[in-house]
């Protein structure tokens, strides 16, 4: 199961972590991700992180202003959203699996049911 916490309001150039809790003693072996689904748009994907943490994907949009972290012993995985711009207002899913290729593609097993961040002024 898949717990998203930390949506909310912030204002354009703000700063917003994102958290994603994951119960079971298995959770460190699944890779995991944000996507994100703005209103009347498709969901997408925004970022990954593999088992260990050591390596990351992230969307061309966000590179550079997102990170995706994880702390295994914790069972939780973060998304720390910097410099957030209007268009990154959506609700916000964390996903999960086995397989990399289906965190990235959006057709992972496993899926909290969203956190909504709203940037605005």
């Known amino acids: 199961q898949l717990v998203e916490s930390g949506g909310g309001l912030v204002q354009p150039g703000g700063s917003l972590r994102l958290t994603c809790a994951a119960s079971?003693?298995?959770?460190?072996?699944?890779?995991m991700g944000w996507f994100r689904q703005a209103p009347g748009k498709e969901r997408e994907f925004v970022a990954a992180i593999s088992q260990g943490g050591d390596s990351t994907y992230e969307a061309d949009s966000v590179k550079g202003r997102f990170i995706i972290s994880r702390d295994n012993a914790r069972g939780t995985v973060y998304l720390h959203m910097n410099s957030v711009k209007s268009e990154d207002t959506a609700v916000y899913y964390c996903?999960?699996?086995?397989?990399?290729?289906?965190?990235?593609?959006?057709?992972?097993?496993?899926w909290g049911k969203g956190t909504l961040v709203t940037v605005s002024s």
């Open positions: 996903a999960g699996d086995t397989r990399l290729r289906s965190v990235l593609d959006g057709s992972g097993n496993y």
């Open positions: 079971g003693r298995s959770s460190w072996t699944y890779y």
